[in-house]
């Protein structure tokens, strides 16, 4: 999980829901060496998100988009760690699972199907069309919007994401090893308007398309909470009509007026749920 200071209240919540999944062997933080405190409080591994940065940005690095996608990198820098920079002990990674610190995991649905070996991943409903225009830009073709992979959590495969790598500079007319810059040359142009990048929807795309075994959709019941902060109560409620949930930092209330009225919101919510018999299978 890739941490930053504002989603700490969440973390918790989002560590022992991992550490409960069948099917996630162990649990590490990525983040700011100052937050190296706390991840030794939840007794989780700790890596310095400055030991997977030095391939993508130089330390005149200056900011404007490609910081803004500093998550993202990190999450896809797994693939290109040295030997040493994840957490003590931790074995060499073929897939890993990337979790956004601000997402709860609410029931252990299957991640993997366990005889097909498939990942199984959410189908969103959301269309950015700016990603899609940066995905038809790095990879060179046309996108048929078939759903979404924005789901706040990925399983990644390593030599997927190489590959991927791999293609994004082949189709710019560079040596295999120029994906990563490659990259951050298309960054310098996106206007996050028209033109993005979405680590999530760009890997989903590639794998789909390329390696049509590795990935299927999945239906999963998924809630962005409205002013409400992360807390065992709501969470045990939202358990039995939702697959997980994200406490996304820009709509916890700040002030005491929102909290009302993420408690109102949140009873709605709830009541809808069960009129509609939407209780999900844990």
Known sequence: MPCHRKDLATLPFCVDALRSHPQVASVSVIADRSLQPECERL??????ELSLLEPWFASDEPTGNPRWYYQMFLKLSLAFA???????????????????????????????DEQLGTVLAPRMSEHFQSYFSGIRELLGEDVAYEGSHNAHFMVFRV????AMFDEFARVAGRGTDDGRDVLRAFLQRCDRHSLSFADYETYGYFVRRHFPDELAW????????????PNAH??????????????????????????????????????????????VCA
């Open 43 to 48: 007794e989780v591994g700790f890596v310095d």
């Open 82 to 112: 040295e030997e040493g920079a994840l957490a003590s002990g931790q074995p060499p990674l073929d897939r890993y699972l990337i979790v956004d610190a601000d997402t709860v995991l609410l029931n252990p649905f299957a991640l993997i």
């Open 159 to 162: 030599p997927l994401i190489r």
């Open 218 to 229: 999945a239906e999963r019941r998924q809630l962005n909470v409205l002013y409400v902060s």
């Open 234 to 279: 709501a969470i045990t409620r939202l358990r039995p009509y939702y697959h997980y949930c994200s406490f996304h930092a820009y709509r916890r209330p700040g002030r005491l007026s929102l909290r009302a009225a993420g408690s109102a919101w949140l009873e709605l919510r709830l009541a809808r749920d069960r009129l509609g018999d939407h209780r």
